[in-house]
Structures are given as C-alpha cells and as structure tokens.
C-alpha cells in the first residue's frame, strides 16, 4: 500500500480538510435485516449490537489517509504485457490494534490494482505461496475458460500458474480473487482480492480522469467477521463464535471510528467502487444528500452519465462515479447485512478535501452505445437458487464438486434468456462468467436508469427473480468450463454454484 499524500502533510493540518472531523461515525440502524436462516439471525441479534457507551466510544474522531493499493504496470516485451502475481501470507491490523493472520497477492493484505488495456495481450505470471491450493480468477473479464481461473485452473502450494489471452474487454473494472473449490470465502476475507482497471482508447475515457491514484480512485470495500483477538471468520462454523466484531474496511483501512481523507487535487475525481465483502451490500452516497455521477457498472460504461442518489452494490459487483469537488465532500457506505452480522450500519468513510483550482470541461453527453437485447427468438432457461439448511444448491444440485453441480450446456453464439428464480428467503447475489448480460426484468419491473447497463453481478433478493439476456461469444472448449454461482463467498463454497460448458456445437 501507497499512501496518497506524505504523511506529513496530515489531513489535521490542512485548513480544507475538516469535511470528515467531528461527524459521528457510525450510525446503528439496528435490525438484522435480510438474514433468512432463523437459528442464525437468533445468534447474531445476542451478540452483536453494540451497547450506548461502546456506541459513544466508537464516536471517537480518527483520520488517516485514505490507502491507495500499488498500481502493477506489466512489463511488455514482443507484444506480450506480463504481470507478476504472488498469493501469500502475512499480517495486517483488520481491526485496530489488533494483528491479523491474513494474505495478499505481492504484499501482506489485498493485492495491487492491475491496469490491462483493451487489445494488448497479457500473460500473468501466478506464484502460489500459500500453504493450500489456489486459483486466481479474473472476475468479469471476457476470456476463454481455460484462462478464467475458475475451479479446474486450481493449482498447488508452491506452483505457479501462468494464463495467457488477449484482453477483449472494453474500459471497465473488474476485479481478481480466489476460486477453488471450498475454499474461495477463506482465502478471500484473508486479503486475496485486488482491482483491474481496463482501459481502451474510447472518447469516453479520453474524456474522464484516469491519472490512478491522483484522480481515479480505487475503492475496495470489505465488510469482515473478526474474533476480537483479530482471527477472520468466513464460514457458518465461525459466523456463530461469540463476540465478533464487523470491521468495514476501505482499501484494506478500517473505517469503524474513522473518516479516511483523499486530498483531490483535481476538481474532477473518478472512484472505482468495488465490493470485496462476502456478503454484505454496500450502498454509497454523499453524507450531504447530494447526488453522485455514475459513469459505469460491473461491465463498462452507461450510456450517459446518470445522477444517482446512492450506489448500491451487492457481494461482487462495482461501479465507477465522477464527482467533481469543489468545496469538501463526505462519502458515506451503508452496510445491509448479506448473511450475519451485529447490525448495518452507515459509516463516514471518506472525506474528499477539495483542492483542484481547474475547471474541468462538461462531462460528455454520451459515454457508450448500448444496443438494448430484442429477446424475442432467444433460448429460455430456468436457474433456481435454493437451499436445504446450509446445502445451498442450484438447479437442485449442491455444487460442492465439480462432478455434484449442475452444468449449463450451451453453444457458441447462443443469445439466450435466463429467468433466475430465488426459491429461498436467503439474500443472493447471481454471477456469470464469460459474459457480460443485460437485466431484462428486476422481481417483474423492467430496468431503468443505470439498471440498462451491462452486468455481471446482481442482487437476486430473497423470493425474487431477475431475467437477464446474454450472447455467448468467441470462446468454447469441450473440457474447461465457466462458472455461475451466487456471489456471497459462504454460499458458493456451500454449494451454489454450477458450471456453463460452452461448446462449439
Ligand atoms: Cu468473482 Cu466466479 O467469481
Ligand atoms: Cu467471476
Ligand atoms: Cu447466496
């Protein structure tokens, strides 16, 4: 991790920088909303609601810099861009004051951002220094199965691994983490997850910030359960140990009783929103009830850029707003809880010191053009979410092996249309592989708004169903398969997840 100012140039110091100081941070909304399996919730409503004087005391004001994760440029050599990844362990304070066992790619906790470009060809150089298997998987992009880095690309302690494909994809933000089987939730909370920016010579992103860092923002969330001795929780077992905290992390910086600052110095600042959590939803807004610019979802660019009161972002997905900053500005995220924990919240995490003295041009009128799916002769398929106790399932099968989840058949250049059907009360969060899709229908309504962009993660809340429309593109294979699974880290490792083999048919 880099700082994004010398540390001596504190956010204390600085007369523009007091949008953050003497908020309150931290605002329990109580209830233990959308927790459906009954013995839990019962669990967590004992343990996990703070008293007033641990309310009070959390009230304290503390600021920092807000981290921002080391940008990994490849290196290229006859066209090839290569990057060089390390999974590992190490230690980092998840709560603070308190040291955790946790693991990072190249470093002790979450991993650097990647910037590929649109067209290049890229190879990445994957070491596995955990003392377990691993897999490395590119959420989001647009790559052949073999290279996806699903479940069948599992590679041993101690080997490497080394994908190689040309980046398809168009300017977005994807996001890398692990993916073996029952062990993706683990490695995960431990720290393995890091962001990918794709850029790409659009007029659109010629036309917003992209100087990483100095104005385009990463911003990786975690919403965590920790022991109070700092040992991160990540499954049923853990989830119902007595006394656990839910540390809300920021690139990998607790935000619990602290108001991160980013000292802008330019008025126009592009952030990258990430949702790393296992579980929980993430909602983002400005403490001062003004709206944020959103420019783009988990797979590009909106067509315009789109006001927005709040940025909702289920386990998995991200989004990207501009906000240009001329006087101080305080971001806030609400936490939903996905699965278990003490209470959601809002926390003031980000204070943005406005300190840009140029004017940016007006942002462009049309960012992308995105042909709306006529689904009229597409292929219909029926996918149920469901679970037996904690055997969650889809389509009727536990996924918990390769051999035991249920497979997707399909050819290459299917355009078909995907009815996904929450038999449960449970909160899920549907994501598909390969391709990006579009949403269709939202529990009956059709999408409006940012809702008509390009996907690949959405909520699917409890009881209800979204249809989503998709064209499988440019890649089959007869052995390697891609993935759709339910984003919340517990739930896929318990079984919700099935495999799409694309064949050329
Ligand atoms: Cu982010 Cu199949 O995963
Ligand atoms: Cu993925
Ligand atoms: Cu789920």
């Known amino acids: 991790m880099t700082q994004n100012t010398d540390p001596a140039d504190d956010a204390n110091k600085r007369p523009k920088s007091r949008g953050g100081k003497g908020l309150h941070r931290r605002k329990f909304l109580g209830g233990m909303a959308g927790i459906g399996l009954g013995a839990v919730a019962a669990a967590g409503a004992t343990f996990g609601l703070l008293t007033e004087a641990e309310r009070k005391a959390s009230a304290a004001t503390n600021t920092g810099a807000l981290p921002i994760p080391d940008l990994l440029e490849g290196t290229t050599t006859d066209g090839t861009t290569t990057f060089t990844l390390e999974a590992k362990g190490g230690t980092s304070e998840v709560l603070k004051g308190v040291t955790s066992t946790t693991a990072g790619y190249n470093g002790s906790f979450l991993g650097p951002t990647m910037k590929w470009t649109s067209g290049d060809k890229v190879l990445l150089n994957i070491t ?77 992103s010629a036309a917003l910030p992209s100087d990483y860092g100095v104005d385009d923002i990463p911003l990786v969330f975690q919403c965590l359960a920790v022991s109070a001795a700092g040992d991160i929780k990540y499954d049923q077992t853990g989830y119902l140990t007595s006394g656990l905290k839910y540390p809300v992390l920021v690139n990998g910086a607790n935000v619990d009783d602290t108001t991160l600052t980013f000292n802008a110095t330019k008025t126009r600042n592009r952030f990258r929103a990430l949702n790393a959590s296992p579980s929980d939803i993430i909602t983002i807004k400005r403490s001062d009830g003004g709206k944020l610019t959103q420019i783009a979802t988990d797979q590009g660019y909106l067509t315009a850029p789109t006001g927005v009161d709040s940025i ?105 249309i995907w009815t996904i059907t929450n038999a449960s009360q449970l909160e899920h969060s549907f994501h598909l592989h390969d391709v ?70």
């Not at 959420?139 to 599992?154: K, T």
Request: proline letters at 4%; a negative charge; hydrophobic letters at 40%.
């Open 128 to 204: 596995n220094s955990l003392t377990e298997e691993t897999t490395v998987h590119f959420h989001g992009a647009h790559v052949p199965p073999s290279m996806d880095g699903g479940p069948q690309n599992a590679f041993a302690a101690g080997g490497t691994w080394a994908p190689t494909f040309t980046v398809l994809d168009e300017a977005k933000t994807l996001w890398y983490h692990p993916h073996a089987l029952g062990t993706t939730a683990k490695q995960a909370t431990h720290g393995l997850a890091g962001m990918i920016i794709v850029e790409d010579d659009s007029p659109a």
């Open 312 to 416: 909702r972002l289920v386990a998995g997905a991200r989004a990207e707003f501009v906000m240009d900053v001329t006087d101080d500005v305080t971001l806030q995220v609400v936490i939903t809880t996905g699965w278990i924990r003490g209470g959601s919240g809002t926390y003031d995490f980000l204070s943005v010191a406005a300190g840009g003295s140029d004017t940016p041009d007006d942002l462009p009128g049309s960012l992308n053009t995105i042909e709306r799916y006529d689904t009229t002769d597409f292929t219909a398929r029926t996918i149920t979410l469901s679970n037996t106790g904690t055997s969650m399932k889809i389509n009727g099968s536990s996924g918990l092996t390769m051999a035991s989840m249920a497979m997707i058949s399909t050819t290459l250049g299917a355009k078909e």
């Open 436 to 505: 990006p899709y579009q949403l269709v229908s939202i529990n009956g309504a059709a999408p409006t708004g940012v809702d008509l962009g390009w996907f690949d993660t959405y909520e699917v809340v409890g009881g209800g169903s979204i249809k989503i429309a998709m064209e499988f593109t440019d890649f089959a294979d007869d052995s390697y398969m891609y993935m759709l699974h339910c984003h919340l880290l517990q739930h896929e490792d318990e079984g919700m997840m099935a495999s799409l083999m694309v064949t050329d048919g």
